[in-house]
């Protein structure tokens, strides 16, 4: 079972609704919306799309969008790319005019007047590079010293340069208000420099009136490493943006700053994504090279919670494949991930991160199946996530925005249950919930985690390890619901004598008119005749009473006084009080 999440970039590649649902079928868990490209009614589109898309398929697949943040981009070419050749000159434009291959305009002017003569302008990750050899009132005049083909909107990087930028663009600021409107799930904040570009966009959010989204803090500039914990500290996550780190800081650095980022995003309990040129080659070949295999399962090792696909899924040739492909990959990484916890030495004082680590450290040595965690924030969750413990998490929640929220953290799997009022009932649901969708079956050992009392978001105060009762008896079910009483098999109801003190589990061959009286006391019904329209599942359905029937030799197998519990969402029947 894979447990590290595939972020996956929606573009004009995969931006109808069926591709969307093929992306989602191969693996994608978060769907990532690039504001540097297209334009409002582009991201509108492509959000709905997804959310069209996820609610076919029915999974929480959470919608990431990615702002142009301070960046500095070159304009359009109406007429396709342009081939800059070394040693030619080539004019950057204060305005944003089109561009040809005399020049073309930028979407900051400011870069006219901060580029000094001689410093060198790398576009496109630095595959191009041009130096400035004249700056004049409307434009710098540049030489190009490594060549190649220019096309629309290339970012610019100068690296050692802090260009006074805000930290959203216009179109960020329009974008957000649209992604809170159509409640999206994360904020990707390109070039965060200082924890105060995160309290910045933080506080636009709030200025709106809306609770803010949770904010990925794009790590892709030197002076963000240089303000690296500060940033973590205002986080909801992190970004290990390779391709404009690689611009900004010598390429060697970039392998360490990735184990440096992803260690403080798992210590602080934060979601990391590993991003860019992940398997770059797949934009046009249907395989990766065994390079781009390696640095996914390297990065999967380092602790990343997801990895993310830029240009393979938006504009490649081969959007599934690429999301399949790393779908396999991380499968098989995470095969060979091992618990943590204890390696990293992570110690805290609150008892939610300490019931927690508990909880994955039990699961490892009782070698249990899962751990479920019943969750109003997701919380609790997200601290299991970090331990990497060796079975799935299943988060288990009535709030589908928490759902999706979880769908970016390592080995969690989110699924929607039913709220229930007290521990007992909670746990039973989320059992019965887990074994519907194959996470867990009877026999299988389970850890379980939750706040009590019951329905206070930040509690998480209890574990519990249990066994998944095997089922004793087989029927069909009606009502829904659990109940635990002892057995009272009554054969004649004219005969039947006074009912126990207790509560009781009526146990019948079948039922007619002079049973009703037995019913209407009873937790719950256990009939040996079958059939839905049978009078005891009309009146069991009628009296809101758990009832089985079709059960075979019943009224043989159980003997009064015996302690049962009825599980009429299945249909089972359990000998004592297990959780099932």
């Known amino acids: 079972m894979r ?10 590649a995969c ?11 191969a ?29 076919d398929v029915g999974r929480p697949v959470a919608i990431m969008l990615d702002t142009q943040g301070p960046e500095v981009r070159v304009g359009a070419f109406p007429d396709g790319p342009v081939q800059l050749r070394p040693g030619q000159r080539f004019l950057l434009w204060r305005d944003n005019r089109p561009g040809n291959a005399e020049g073309v305009g930028v979407s900051w002017p400011g870069l006219v007047d901060t580029t000094e003569v001689g410093q060198v302008l790398l576009l496109d990750d630095g595959n191009l590079s041009l130096r400035c050899i004249e700056r004049t009132p409307d434009a710098l005049v540049t030489e190009v010293e490594v060549g190649g083909p220019l096309s629309t909107r290339k970012k610019i990087s100068c690296p050692g340069s802090h260009w006074p930028l805000a930290p959203l663009s216009p179109v960020d600021e329009e974008a957000i208000l649209m992604g809170l409107e159509e409640e999206v799930d994360y904020l990707a904040v390109s070039f965060v420099r200082t924890a105060e570009d995160v309290i910045q966009v933080r506080r636009f959010m709030e200025q709106q009136g809306a609770t803010p989204l949770p904010i990925i803090a794009k790590i892709e500039s030197a002076l963000a490493v ?3 914990e500060a940033i973590v500290t205002v986080s909801d996550g992190l970004m290990v943006a390779r391709g404009d780190l690689g611009v900004e800081l010598p390429v060697e650095e970039v392998p360490w700053l990735q184990k440096r980022i992803i260690r403080l995003a798992n210590q602080a ?17 249907p395989r990766p090279t065994r390079a781009e295999a390696s640095d996914v399962a390297n990065a999967i090792w380092d602790g990343t919670d997801a990895v993310m696909l830029s240009a393979e899924t938006a504009s490649g040739q081969y959007p599934v494949e690429a999301v399949e492909m790393m779908a396999h990959l991380a499968d098989q990484a995470d095969q060979r991930t091992q618990p943590h916890c204890q390696e990293r030495g992570w110690a805290s004082s609150q008892i939610s991160d300490a019931v927690s680590r508990a909880s994955a450290e039990a699961a490892d040595e009782l070698g249990a199946s899962a751990i479920l965690t019943a969750t109003h924030s997701g919380y609790t969750a997200t601290m299991v996530s ?3 413990p060796a079975v799935p998490v299943v988060a288990l929640s009535a709030f589908p925005a928490v759902l999706r929220k979880l769908a970016l953290y390592w080995g969690v799997m989110p699924v929607f249950m039913e709220p229930r009022d007290n521990t007992d009932d909670m746990m039973a649901e989320a059992v019965n919930t887990a074994m519907r969708h194959g996470f867990v079956k009877p026999g299988d050992r389970v850890v379980f985690t939750a706040g009590v009392p019951v329905g206070r978001p930040g509690t998480t105060n209890m574990m519990r390890v249990e066994t998944i009762a095997e089922p004793f008896l087989r029927g069909q079910g009606i009502g829904g619901r659990t109940a635990s009483g002892q057995v ?15 509560p009781y589990v009526l146990v019948v061959r079948r039922t007619d008119a002079a049973y009703v009286p037995l019913m209407e006391h009873a937790a719950a019904v256990v009939v040996e005749q079958g059939g839905l329209t049978s009078h005891a599942a009309v009146v069991g359905l009628t009296l809101g009473i758990p009832t089985v029937v079709g059960v075979e030799g019943a009224t043989d197998r159980l003997r009064s006084g015996d302690l049962i519990t009825v599980d009429s969402n299945r249909g089972l029947v359990f000998l004592g009080r297990p959780n099932v």
Do not use: F, Y
């Not at 931006?15 to 079928?25: F, G, K, S, T, V």
């Not at 868990?29 to 582009?42: K, Q, T, W, Y």
């Not at 009272?488 to 207790?502: E, I, S, T």
């Open 3 to 12: 447990r590290t999440k595939i972020v996956a970039t929606i573009g004009p």
């Open 15 to 25: 931006d109808q609704p069926a591709a969307i649902r093929r992306l989602i079928e």
């Open 27 to 55: 693996g994608m868990d978060v769907a990532r919306i690039n504001l540097s490209h297209g334009s409002p009614a582009d991201h509108r589109a492509h959000v709905q799309a997804v959310k069209a898309a996820r609610e």
């Open 226 to 228: 240089e303000n690296l």
């Open 269 to 285: 309990g934060l979601p990391v994504i590993t991003a860019t040129q992940m398997l770059e080659s797949m934009i046009s070949r």
């Open 386 to 388: 970090r331990c990497r």
């Open 488 to 502: 009272w098999v009554v054969l004649d109801a004219d005969k039947a004598g006074l009912a126990p003190d207790a």
